[in-house]
């Protein structure tokens, strides 16, 4: 029988942690990995908000987004992340953070979206004000927009203790040779680019390099904004995939992701309370090893 102390040796061996559980053979409930520069552990499913989280000020609309964040919360979720390129979601984001009353602290991470160095500052300091938090966890450079004026001051806001972590962010491939520049470079702890089951690029250069230059990782754009969905959603779960505790086509996908060794998050957006219960149960369970990983792209790829 392996007992508990042995199996959180194993996960912490495969950059896996648990957080909970019972003694003996307990089942972990939330699957983790540490932030390379820190050890810091954070769940390896977090929550994106663009387009989701942006609905104004429409009171039915921001009560729904508060439920959806309960339930991430509730599913063992902290890493949240922004944007003030996403409309109203972050003024949203901090509603539901207030609404909820403190029910639990999240990973708060959003980015500067701006050229200038002034207007970069105005602009964070505003984010800090509409998520009602006291800094941020995590401050990213938004799709490179002039990064080198940004990182310049993240830089000296980290080592003032402003935010804990720096990082730069693409969700465009023609940007991966700049992204894979300053990921050589610069001082920064995170990264976050697209990395999906058919959008496989990352593989080549980027998750390597994360690895080598001892990077955490945030994936982005997990469903390929749903077109995941609309491709494979008619066609049957394998059975197999009850071998890495994939209920749905969403633990599948995201089971994938966050199964690469240099992955530390995936943050997948939903405005729906189901859709985040399907997403959150990919915090749990066991993952696929590589020859598993092979199996599931070769799978989608004859679909």
């Known amino acids: 029988m392996m007992t508990r102390r042995t199996l959180l040796g194993a996960l912490a061996t495969l950059g896996l942690t648990a957080a909970g559980g019972r003694a003996g053979m307990a089942a972990v409930d939330f699957l983790k990995r540490p932030i390379p520069a820190t050890g810091e552990m954070v769940p390896v499913i977090g929550m994106g908000s663009w387009i989701t989280f942006d609905v104004g000020s429409d009171p039915t609309r921001r009560a729904v987004r508060a439920e959806v964040l309960r339930t991430f919360f509730g599913a063992g979720g902290t890493v949240i992340d922004s944007s003030p390129m996403y409309g109203t979601s972050e003024a949203v984001i901090g509603w539901c953070l207030g609404r909820l009353g403190g029910e639990r602290a999240p990973f708060a991470a959003t980015k500067v979206w701006t050229p200038g160095r002034w207007l970069g500052q105005e602009q964070m300091r505003h984010s800090r004000d509409l998520w009602g938090v006291p800094r941020f966890d995590l401050m990213q450079v938004h799709n490179l ?159």
């Open 145 to 303: 927009v002039d990064w080198q004026t940004h990182l310049e001051t993240l830089i000296a806001m980290k080592e003032a203790g402003e935010i804990r972590y720096i990082g730069v962010t693409t969700s465009h491939g023609r940007r991966h040779g700049e992204l894979a520049l300053v990921m050589q470079e610069l001082p920064i702890d995170f990264v976050q680019f697209s990395y999906n089951i058919v959008d496989r690029a990352a593989e080549r250069r980027l998750l390597p390099l994360a690895a080598d230059r001892g990077l955490a990782v945030i994936i982005n754009r997990p469903f390929r904004r749903g077109a995941l969905f609309d491709r494979f959603r008619h066609h049957p779960l394998p059975g197999w995939a009850e071998e890495f505790d994939a209920a749905n086509w969403a633990q599948f996908f995201l089971k994938f992701i966050v199964s690469h060794p240099a992955v530390t998050c995936a943050i997948p957006a939903t405005s729906r309370v189901d859709h985040m219960q399907e997403n959150m149960g990919a915090l749990t369970g066991r993952l696929p090893d590589a020859k598993m990983r092979a199996r599931m792209a070769r799978h989608v790829a004859e679909l």
